[in-house]
C-alpha cells in the first residue's frame, strides 16, 4: 500500500516540549497538506506544500509551529514549547495537482496530547 | 466565521432509512468534496463535484451541487450500520489554493 504515512499515530508529551510528525505523502504527489483537528470539528487548515515550496501558512498559525518539506518528499511539522491547547489530530494529506479539482488523501493522523 | 455550514450536526437513524445531509455556504466553490472519517483515522474521500447543478452516485449514495455552486448534498438511501461515521464537505474557492472543511455531521445507524 502507497498511501499517505504519518508517524508517530500518538504522542504524549509534556506541556512546554517540542514535539515533530512525520509525514510520508504518496510517492507521485506535488502538494502536501497539513491540518490540524480537534473532537466535534471538521480538519483546520495549517499550511501547504507544491513539491518543496510551502505556499501559504494559516494566519491562526502561531510561531511556535514549523513546517519543511526539504526535497519535495516527506515533511515534518514540529511544534516547540507544546502548551495543552495543541491537543488535536494532527493530518497530513497529498495530493496530485488537477487545478482546483481538489483531492485530498490523508493519512491516519497524529494524535497529540499535552499534559 | 464558519466558511461551510453543515447540518444536522448529529443524526441517528435506524438501518433501511433514508437521509439527508446538508453543506451550506455563501460562497461560490470551484469544487467540492465529501468525505467519511472514522475514529482514529483520516478523512476518505467519497466525490468531487465541479459543476452547478451535477449529481453523482455512488452506489447507495447520491451527492448534488448546487447550480450556484454554493451548497451541496449528501443522500443515502437504505441506510446500513456500516455507513456510520462522520461526514465532512470540503470546497476549494477559486484561487484559494487549499480545501476548507465544514464542521461535518455524525451520523449513527442503528442495527
Known amino acids: 500500500d502507497t498511501g499517505v504515512s504519518q508517524d508517530p499515530r500518538h504522542k504524549i508529551t509534556k506541556r512546554g516540549q517540542n514535539v515533530t510528525f512525520r509525514c510520508d505523502p504518496i510517492?507521485?504527489?506535488?502538494?502536501l497538506y497539513w491540518y490540524r483537528q480537534t473532537l466535534g470539528q471538521g480538519p483546520e487548515f495549517l499550511t501547504y506544500?507544491?513539491?518543496?515550496?510551502?505556499?501559504?501558512k494559516s494566519r491562526l498559525l502561531s510561531d511556535r509551529f514549523s513546517a519543511e518539506r526539504p526535497k519535495g518528499s516527506f515533511s515534518t511539522l514540529e511544534i516547540q514549547r507544546t502548551e495543552q491547547g495543541d491537543s488535536a489530530m494532527y493530518l497530513c494529506?497529498?495530493?496530485?495537482?488537477?487545478?482546483?479539482?481538489?483531492?485530498?488523501?490523508f493519512g491516519s493522523g497524529t494524535q497529540l496530547s499535552v499534559l | 466565521t464558519q466558511l461551510l455550514e453543515q447540518s444536522p450536526q448529529f443524526l441517528s437513524i435506524q438501518e433501511g432509512e433514508n437521509l439527508t445531509v446538508y453543506c451550506n455556504s455563501s460562497s461560490v466553490f470551484s469544487s467540492l468534496q465529501w468525505y467519511r472519517q472514522e475514529p482514529g483515522e483520516g478523512p476518505v474521500l467519497l466525490v468531487t463535484?465541479?459543476?452547478?447543478?451535477e449529481v453523482k452516485k455512488l452506489k447507495r449514495l447520491t451527492f448534488q451541487f448546487g447550480d450556484a455552486r454554493k451548497d451541496s448534498s449528501l443522500h443515502i438511501t437504505a441506510a446500513q450500520p456500516g455507513d456510520t461515521g462522520l461526514y465532512l464537505c470540503a470546497g476549494v474557492v477559486t484561487n484559494a489554493g487549499k480545501s476548507t472543511f465544514g464542521d461535518g455531521t455524525t451520523l449513527t445507524v442503528k442495527p
Open positions: 494529506a497529498s495530493s496530485p495537482i488537477y487545478g482546483t479539482n481538489e483531492k485530498l488523501f
Open positions: 463535484v465541479v459543476t452547478g447543478g
Open positions: 510517492s507521485e504527489h506535488n502538494r
Open positions: 506544500f507544491q513539491n518543496e515550496a510551502q505556499l501559504e
